[in-house]
């Protein structure tokens, strides 16, 4: 993995401005239109959080950015380029509903797929680097117990943890995260949060849908408001952003 | 004397054919699938009996290509009908089986009044019948065989996470969705060429049974593999060799029968250790 990735250096993410641009973005469910006109940008290196009402369309935001969602005629970049050239520095942890929980995977399985590689998806196993990256990423969030252990035997939280899991053993830039927090302790919160902010040093960005607006000072640095289309994205440490959120909740 | 000299190539093709089934067995089930090997067999029939009012050959080769295609064909539509018409997985299933089975039916009636020489080979499509198996070619089906359990083999990693986390599969791995259709062909490939032995009525305990089975079984995906292959090799070997011992009964019925009678044991084993 970490050879493919060699395209890429450090440096080159340290120069980017922004790590995220999106202009003119709509998309829509069945002719009901869930996003309109979002334009926004992202700062390369900040904890970023999406913030809303339920329905505001947070979770579609995520997905039309990664494609997952058809939208149309918006221009998104990722380090002023496209999705396709940096794929790989980019990792999602989507909402628990979208997984299929009987499916029989172990935590293991779960977590290195996030180091599966494109160019050596044929091979049964996993490199020396590959298996540090996986065990570090499980002890990071605290999970390394459960390795060997089914899916659908853990917690809710505990299920959250292993796809944090596996987005840190994808070793990416760019963190988008629909929802990770939700049911996680405060000190599993706090925890993961030490991580990004050295991954903030190391120029990574996280950009995540977040439920709990009183933690929301404390851990992010740059906030989207959304409902149906941008209330107001930019720093969170403003004068007059406790107003700004409490409209939206409106 | 002359059907007890095929068993060591019965065997040998019924070890060839469970490797695959095995595998697709597993993916389907984990899929939620199951419905699709009966869709299969059955979308196969109008594809077989007009390839054989089109041909009038017994050549199993363009039968096999006349119900490949027919089921590729339910296949997609059953897709289409659930992605476009938002009906739901079982109706676009159940709607699509019904409809292409009607068209067999049709194609069947029409060969019993052009009374077209040879319609025998059709019945054996039907019911399975393993004395109308030409083993002259099954060098190239025990190739195939090999070829599509390879790639199931090769591809266990993206069947994992096609199944698991379908968004994450098709951001991560660029062919996510090709992988899935080529599974599929394959799984459609195995599942006609297999009628012949098992008959179209028959085949989809075969498909489902060893899935499932394994799945109650174990946890894991790579052991549920590992064993519903090896009760599909347990079933064909069983029934072809029962089948032989007993010549009044039919191949097709036995092999079914064998992993009904797994589950019928597993679930009562269970039931005595909970008792």
């Known amino acids: 993995m970490n050879e493919y990735r060699q395209e890429f250096s450090n440096s080159f993410f340290f120069n980017r401005k922004n790590a995220l641009f999106v202009e003119n973005l709509n998309a829509k469910y069945e002719n009901i239109n869930i996003l309109e006109n979002i334009s926004f940008y992202v700062p390369n290196g900040s904890l970023c959080a999406i ?64 180091v599966y590689d494109i160019t050596r998806k044929f091979s049964f196993f996993m490199s020396y680097d590959d298996e540090i990256l996986v065990e570090n990423a499980m002890k990071t969030v605290g999970i390394e117990k459960l390795y060997d252990c089914h899916i659908n035997e853990l917690s809710g939280g505990q299920q959250q943890k292993v796809f944090i899991a596996r987005a840190f053993a994808q070793n990416a830039y760019l963190y988008l995260m629909d929802e990770p927090f939700a049911g996680l302790d405060e000190m599993s919160m706090k925890k993961i949060f030490d991580v990004f902010k050295t991954f903030k040093k190391e120029n990574r960005t996280l950009i995540a849908v977040h439920h709990d607006l009183k933690t929301l000072k404390d851990y992010f640095d740059w906030i989207i408001l ?20 409490e409209s939206v909740f409106k | ?98 409809w292409f089975f009607t068209f067999g039916m049709i194609g069947i009636s029409i060969l019993q009044k052009a009374n077209v020489e040879g319609q025998y080979i059709i019945n054996s499509f039907i ?41 994450f599969s098709s951001l991560r791995y660029k062919y996510s969705e090709l992988w899935d259709c080529l599974l599929l062909v394959s799984g459609i490939t195995i ?77 009562f084993k269970r039931y005595l250790k909970e008792k």
């Open chain 1, 226 to 245: 959304i409902k149906k289309n941008i209330i107001y994205f930019g720093p969170i440490d403003i004068e007059g952003i406790s107003e700004k959120i």
């Open chain 2, 191 to 267: 599942i006609c060429l297999c009628l012949q032995i098992v008959g179209i009525l028959l085949i989809g305990t075969l498909i489902i049974s060893p899935g499932v089975i394994a799945k109650v079984l174990t946890n894991s995906y790579g052991k549920m593999i590992l064993l519903s292959i090896f009760i599909s090799i347990l079933s064909f070997i069983g029934g072809v060799i029962i089948s032989m011992r007993f010549t009044f009964l039919p191949t097709g019925p036995l092999i079914a029968l064998i992993p009904i009678l797994i589950a019928i044991f597993i679930a």
């Open chain 1, 51 to 114: 913030v809303g009402p339920n329905g505001a369309g947070k979770s579609t935001l995520l997905k039309s950015i990664l494609g997952l969602h058809k939208s149309r005629n918006e221009d998104i970049l990722f380090w002023n380029d496209t999705y396709s050239k940096f794929k790989d520095y980019i990792a999602y942890v989507p909402q628990k509903k979208s997984v299929d929980w009987n499916f029989p995977i172990n935590v293991f399985d779960i977590v290195s797929s996030g």
């Open chain 2, 127 to 167: 019911f399975g019948n393993i004395l109308t198996f030409p083993f002259k070619d099954i060098y190239w089906k025990i190739f195939i065989c090999f070829f599509i359990s390879i790639l199931f083999l090769f591809s266990i990693k993206i069947q994992k996470m096609i199944t698991f986390d379908p968004c």
């Open chain 2, 1 to 98: 004397m002359l059907i007890y000299s095929l068993i060591p190539n019965l065997i040998i093709l019924s070890i060839a054919i469970g490797f695959p089934i095995g595998f697709l067995s597993s993916y389907l089930v984990v899929r939620r699938w199951s419905l699709l090997g009966d869709i299969i067999s059955h979308a196969s029939l109008p594809g077989i009996t007009y390839s054989f009012l089109f041909y009038k050959s017994n050549n199993t080769f363009y039968l096999l290509i006349g119900g490949i295609l027919s089921s590729i064909v339910s296949v997609i539509l059953s897709f289409i009908l659930q992605k476009y018409k938002n009906l739901p997985k079982d109706s676009s299933f159940g709607l699509v089986l019904s």
